[in-house]
């Protein structure tokens, strides 16, 4: 385990651990890794940390991770044995009790004979999932015994998923994800998943199966056709229910196919073997569908070349030159014209379409200058010409890899021999829809998904059924194709949808002025009086104690965040260190999981951000309570028999006091919060500072409140000048 990992066992940060090594002959030494990047044993951590106090008992979640972390084969294999072996619990539990009892040797003897039964009965003898070898297996039998202890409390999707997250929280850099949001609303375009209205869950009809109110799926007019629900499958005029053939030819790490809502058969290709291998047993894990993934390149060895699919899921590696121009250059694949070199997302959109049956339906994700560069203008417009292309859709910015671009989706239909198609497309940008909570508790996505999903399908749904929908200024529009088939071929959205109406009438104008008045008059009120001569000021030289001595004493508790999943009785929100920083009510939300208990605040409490070097600190108050503490954060929650919350904040605010328990061993700065220190003052003397410290921080929040009030003020002076709704 790294120093990362022990500082998660303990509940401190990494600049902790450091001082443990220097302070500590009989810390334990380093058994593998690099110098700057040591590694320890976790039974050797484990023993020295609760020798010192400082561990009470390693939950079962954490070992099993740890198992997974620091496994010799990698933290891959080893997911890959653990999916194996949850597989087995999963599909032969009858089994699973037996084969433990056995010693680790005989187990490691007759698991892989257990393990190729499985695989090949769930996921077929041509597969991404080799069975592991009695050899490979032979270190990872503590690992698979703690997976499926953890399976058994949790369940053993749920397993899974958890380590897998955590090893894809670990390695950011590593893999390019679909998040949940965007994952759902592909899904659901593609008449794949489930779309829920605002409070309300799945509609069934008799014997009809799932039904939703999106109807986002795929309809034919003639009549003798099918009509696709946006749910599990594909209902026939005779009520027959046939489930959907999805698939996903970049399928990465498998989030787009786990959106999708009860399928018949699930097909992925990547070309990496390791992803394929965590996809096929995700899958195998979540859903009782057909399943098939392979290992290989799709645009150059598609390992699925007579699929006709109902639908067809991707999220493309973007601006990929060695796509396989030059040995692809007359593939039948190419109906629409063959791509440039630069033009790599074009050459997946036709692959989609290739493995499309008549009237299926395909949802890509798709870079924005996709949809303007001039070297992919003719097949832009023949998709158009034809009716290949249903909609375009702009998400906004943060919504997937890479964060700081508004990626888009393409909404693709795969033409019906003989049939009329609709000369409209359909253009949605949502890029006002960014406020709301983020799923992973960190307040770098906070788009809410809710209100993306909602917008994109209401104007989708209609179009679909219709052919065509009434605009929403800004929002969406049904473009006659002919409009979009000049020499650009632009699709881009925002640049054919009629201008929103203004963000501030005059009225709303005049309010904001009013407000911003009354707030710069407050502002007034709050500033600090003149500073005088410090006499009878607490002086240089007076006598300190630290935050971790403090802690020691029993005068306050320190808690780490980051901790916690969605209680099944009610959602939690979370306090990010976004949120802190720009003193933001708490943004985030927890992530769903097996059960474990967050951190909770009180009013009282004090959290420190302990990346960034301390630059605000936050005193939580009545209307914070009861939000759980978010990753990167640490909670002070004083004695108040001892301690003054106030007086505590502002002297841990001071840019010395930061600045000496900071540590800059990465690229980023991190303060060790029981470094901290604090004049030693009996509770009255603290109270006299506190609220000292309080008035300001009541300035700094109307400073604030100004800053924003003028910015919008201006630039609502601005649209409605220039939009007519303001006179000069």
Partial sequence: MTAAGIARLAGVGRAAVSNWRRRHPDFPKPVGGTETSPSFALAEVERWLRDQGKLAEVPLRERVWQQIAGHPAGAVTALVHAGCALLLVRDRSAAWPSLAELPDERLVEVLPVALEETLTERIGPERAVLTPTATALKPSVPLLRGAAELAAGTGVQEAFEFLLGRHLDANPRQYTLTPPGPASLMAALAGAGTRKEAGAGTRTEAGAGTRTEAGAGTRTEAG?????????????????????TVLDPASGTGSLLSAVEHPGAVCGQDADPDLAALTALRLALSTDADIRVRTGDSLRADA?????????????????????????????????????????????????????????????????????????RRIRADLLRRGALRAVVALPAGAAPPYGVPLHLWVLRKPVPGERHTAELLLVDTASEHTGPSRDGQGRDRLDWAAVHTAVLEAWTPFDRDGTVAGAPGASRSVPVIELLDDDVDLAPARHLPPPAAAEGAAQLTGVRERLTETLRRTRELTPPPVTDPAGAVGVGRPTTTVGELARAGALTLRAGGAGTTPADAPVAVLTDHDVLSAQPPSGALPDGPPEEPVLLAAGDVVVPVLGGGAMIRVVEDSAEGAALGRNLQLLRPDPAALDPWFLAGFLRATANTRQASSYASTATRVDVRRLQLPRLPLSEQRRFGDRFRALAAFEDALRETSRLGDQLVQGLYDGLADGTVAP
């Fill in 224 to 244: 003798a056709g099918t009509r696709t629900e946006a749910g599990a499958g594909t209902r026939t005029q005779e009520g027959a229910f046939t489930p959907l």
């Fill in 304 to 376: 699925f070349p007579t699929l006709a699919a109902d639908a067809v899921l991707c999220h493309p590696p973007f601006n990929e030159r060695n796509w396989g121009h030059d040995e692809l250059a007359y593939d039948p694949r190419w109906e629409y014209g063959f791509p440039a070199r630069t033009e790599s997302e074009l050459a997946w959109v036709q692959h989609a379409l290739a493995r499309l049956r008549p009237g299926g339906t395909a949802v890509l994700l798709m870079p924005p200058a996709a949809a303007s560069r001039r070297s992919g």
